[in-house]
T-cell receptor, first 116, second 115 residues
Framework: DTAVSQTPKYLVTQMGNDKSIKCEQN?????MYWYKQDSKKFLKIMFS???????INETVPNRFSPKSPDKAHLNLHINSLELGDSAVYFC???????????????FGQGTRLTVV | GENVEQHPSTLSVQEGDSAVIKCTYS??????FPWYKQELGKRPQLIID?????GEKKDQRIAVTLNKTAKHFSLHITETQPEDSAVYFC??????????????FGTGTLLAVQP
């Protein structure tokens, strides 16, 4: 009974290609995130959505386009992939918003993207 | 902007020793202070958290202490075991109000427990 699931788990692709990563949560959470974890293990926030609305866009190149068809899904589409996009991408969700201080984040298993 | 730093960045201890990781943040609006553990190849998972009206919280071998005045909080692990080896992240919550809460993670600390 997976809480946050993302697919695929591994993705190897050539430079210049376009790819998507899907994320779904069955926790009923309002807020979903995308994080990028590089080789140095830094967990950098990319986007945050609340009830399908984009809340945070952390200066991510516009080749990255998140889409949230409903509050249980947040997909990430990447155009014109570059070598520097290679990383592990984590989707996460949490309930807290609007000052509710109970914001444990639940993470998906991660997608290891390798651009060659 | 927000600044969340952890020290040390790497920590090696002998099994049975204690480990302490410190998280320093800049945003005085932070009011929720969690620690996450990420084992190799796995996802980050919450292990303990504390709120701004509490100074310390314990859960078996782990504890978190908060100094809101100095804007730092620490993770304490006693009687370390090899399975404690992981990367640990703090993630002080910056409460902007409304729906714009922003979960920012610290720089991470790699803990290695030597058997």
């Amino acid at each position: 009974d997976t809480a946050v699931s993302q697919t695929p788990k591994y993705l190897v692709t050539q430079m210049g290609n376009d790819k998507s990563i899907k994320c779904e949560q069955n926790l009923g959470h309002d807020t979903m995130y995308w994080y990028k974890q590089d080789s140095k293990k830094f967990l950098k926030i990319m986007f945050s959505y609340n009830n399908k609305e984009l809340i945070i866009n952390e200066t991510v190149p516009n080749r990255f386009s998140p889409k949230s068809p409903d509050k249980a899904h947040l997909n990430l589409h990447i155009n014109s992939l570059e070598l520097g996009d290679s990383a592990v991408y984590f989707c996460a969700s949490s309930q807290g918003a609007g000052g509710v201080v109970n914001t444990e984040a639940f993470f998906g298993q991660g997608t290891r993207l390798t651009v060659v | 902007g927000e600044n969340v730093e952890q020290h040390p960045s790497t920590l090696s201890v002998q099994e049975g020793d204690s480990a302490v990781i410190k998280c320093t943040y800049s945003d005085s609006a932070s009011n929720y202070f969690p620690w996450y553990k990420q084992e190799l190849g796995k996802r980050p998972q919450l292990i303990i958290d504390i709120r701004s009206n509490v100074g310390e919280k314990k859960d078996q071998r782990i504890a978190v202490t908060l100094n809101k005045t100095a804007k730092h909080f620490s993770l304490h692990i006693t009687e370390t075991q090899p399975e404690d080896s992981a990367v640990y992240f703090c993630a002080p919550l910056h409460d902007y109000g409304g729906a714009t809460n922003k979960l920012i993670f610290g720089t991470g600390t790699l803990l290695a427990v030597q058997p």
